[in-house]
């Protein structure tokens, strides 16, 4: 059996594009069997079919694993692996009923998001407030060291970026259950 590997980097704000494309992958012969550190995607071949994946975000899962894999194996979701707190899932289309998710309900899909803040977003605010913003300015106004503020800059602005990011979509969520 054939295999390949195809590297891949998804944000943690993009966990449904990494669904999408795991699914269009298996529909082009290729199944998901694992992801490696940074962003290899490992696939065998096979004969093609639709089938959905599913992410879930729940790092305290781990802890009581037995159980959080068996409820979604009740549901008929097969478990695949953990990476990086995210846990792999997937359910031939055929079983579906629809556009069928490891998500009932919007509430559920904001609690996952809001553990993605606590386990991602919030230490990276911290570095920024506590480490990254003090040195930016001690670089622009003390030591006058440009280069470095720069970098300092830049770094910064991807992690405003992020956070941006990161809550339009908890806001389209929040406004999609409202409705």
């Not at 590997?5 to 694992?34: A, N, P």
Request: charged share 25%; proline share 4%.
């Amino acid at each position: 059996m054939k295999e390949k590997t195809v590297f891949r980097i998804f944000t943690i704000y993009e966990h449904e594009k990494e669904q999408d494309y795991l699914r269009q992958m298996h529909r082009s012969g290729w199944k998901f069997c694992l992801l490696t550190f940074p962003g290899f995607y490992h696939f065998e071949e096979c004969e093609p079919e639709d089938v959905v994946y599913q992410l879930d975000y729940n790092p305290e899962g781990l802890s009581h694993k037995e159980e959080y894999v068996k409820l979604f194996e009740d549901c008929g979701w097969e478990y695949l692996q953990d990476f990086a707190g995210y846990s792999y899932f997937r359910k031939p289309a055929s079983e579906t009923a629809g556009a069928e998710e490891i998500f009932c309900d919007e509430d559920s899909r904001l609690q996952m998001l809001g553990r993605v803040f606590k386990g991602r977003l919030l230490p990276i605010f911290i570095i920024l407030v506590g480490v990254m913003l003090p040195q930016l300015l001690l670089n622009l106004f003390s030591y006058r060291d440009y280069p470095a503020a720069a970098a300092i800059g830049v770094m910064t602005a991807l992690c405003i970026g992020a956070f941006i990011r990161f809550a339009w979509l908890y806001y389209t969520v929040k406004t999609r259950r409202k409705n």
